[in-house]
């Protein structure tokens, strides 16, 4: 039984840290709302009712929307608004996560695609950029300037991430490797993802079970954060083949919880405020 609590309380402490315990601002509280939206397109009484969890106002959540239409992040029509822009890629992106099943399972031929830097000079910026964009693509860093992965997925996905490497770096296709075992968890951070996908699962589990007896705005609102945690930490999964995925990978335990998470939510969403 001691056990049994010290691995809860452990597991609830490092949700917390996923979650974060910054107060989270009116932009990110509408961007995630429609980044996690079925059409990545919500009403504005949608919109200022999720705001509304965190206690941000009617009228902060209507001048938040403004600004992020004339900043491009949004486009606005008849009353609902949609992501545009780098929020729309990163829409992209969630949608690649939670689909990417059906694409890493599918037959991988054993090469690998490398990136690497070949331009002379770079300042920070260049740097911090390419660093994104390869993350962003699931590239690990072998050594620095040296990106790779598994050739298992599109290589037209994320367009503008792949420019970013297409301008700083050289592409090697259907390389081969020698990476062991442990070198490629370590790479992938295989180990760390897994502890951290089964705590949010854990997590998503708990606070389902509790949705039924706590209505609380406060718990709706720790539902919505730790949505907005899985969602990101699903974005993280190095979306490996088949044939290098450890056992009992948790991804697409994670990635279902997800959705019957944010199905309850949304759901529980409807039933308040409409």
Known sequence: MGEDNRTATATSSRVSELIGNRPLSARSVLASALLGAD????????????????????????????????????????????????????????????????????????????????????????????????????????????WLRPDNLDPQRLPSSRSVLDRQCTHFRDAATDISVDKLRSLFALDEWAADARALIAAMDIALGASESDDSTQHAAYQFALSIAAVRHLQLDPQLPIELIPHHWPGHTLRSTCRTFYDAFTARMNRAFR
Request: a negative charge; glycine letters at 8%; aromatic letters at 6%.
């Open 39 to 146: 059409a990545a397109q919500l009403s504005v009484a949608e919109l200022v009712a999720v705001a509304s969890l965190f206690g941000i106002s009617d009228g902060a959540a209507r001048t938040c929307l403004w600004r992020m239409v004339s900043n491009g992040e949004l486009s606005g029509d008849g009353g609902s608004y949609a992501l545009a822009g780098r929020l729309l890629e990163r829409r992209q992106r969630v949608d690649e996560a939670s689909r990417i099943e059906d694409e890493a399972a599918a037959e991988w031929d054993g090469t690998w695609e490398l990136a690497v830097v070949s331009v002379e000079r770079r300042s920070a910026a260049d740097r911090l950029e390419l660093r994104r964009a390869a993350m962003a693509l699931h590239f690990a860093e072998l050594r620095e300037g040296v």
